[in-house]
Nanobody
Framework: QVQLVESGGGLVQPGGSLRLSCAAS????????MNWYRQAPGKERELVAG???????NYSDSVKGRFTISRDNAKKRVYLQMNSLKPEDTAVYYC?????????WGQGTQVTVSS
C-alpha cells in the first residue's frame, strides 16, 4: 500500500524556520521524482520544490533561496527545509511522488507563519 506521511508543520513566527519531512512506503522511492506542493486558503495548489531521482532540484521563484529540498533514498524520506518564513508561506504543504503515469499524494501538513 502506497503511503506518503508528512510531518513537521506547525506555527512559527515570521523569519523563523521549519523542516518538513515526508515518509514514503509502498513504491520504488528511489525511482520517483519527489515534490512539495502547498495550498493556501482560496488558492490553487502550487508546486514549491521538486527533486528528481538524479538529485537535481527546482524551486518556485517565491521560495528560491529560502527553501531547500533534499531526499534520503535509504530512509525513503524527502525533506523541505524552510528558512526566513513569511506570512504568505502559510498553507497546507503536501508531499507528492511522481514517475511516468504514477502520482501519489500525502494528506498534508499545516504550516502557519504568524506573530
Amino acid at each position: 500500500q502506497v503511503q506518503l506521511v508528512e510531518s513537521g508543520g506547525g506555527l512559527v513566527q515570521p523569519g523563523g524556520s521549519l523542516r518538513l519531512s515526508c515518509a514514503a512506503s509502498g513504491f520504488a522511492f528511489s525511482s520517483f521524482g519527489m515534490n512539495w506542493y502547498r495550498q493556501a486558503p482560496g488558492k490553487e495548489r502550487e508546486l514549491v520544490a521538486g527533486i528528481y531521482n538524479s538529485g537535481d532540484t527546482n524551486y518556485s521563484d517565491s521560495v528560491k533561496g529560502r527553501f531547500t529540498i533534499s531526499r534520503d533514498n535509504a530512509k525513503k524520506r524527502v525533506y523541505l527545509q524552510m528558512n526566513s518564513l513569511k506570512p504568505e508561506d502559510t498553507a497546507v504543504y503536501y508531499c507528492n511522488a511522481r514517475f511516468l503515469n504514477n502520482a501519489y499524494w500525502g494528506q498534508g501538513t499545516q504550516v502557519t507563519v504568524s506573530s
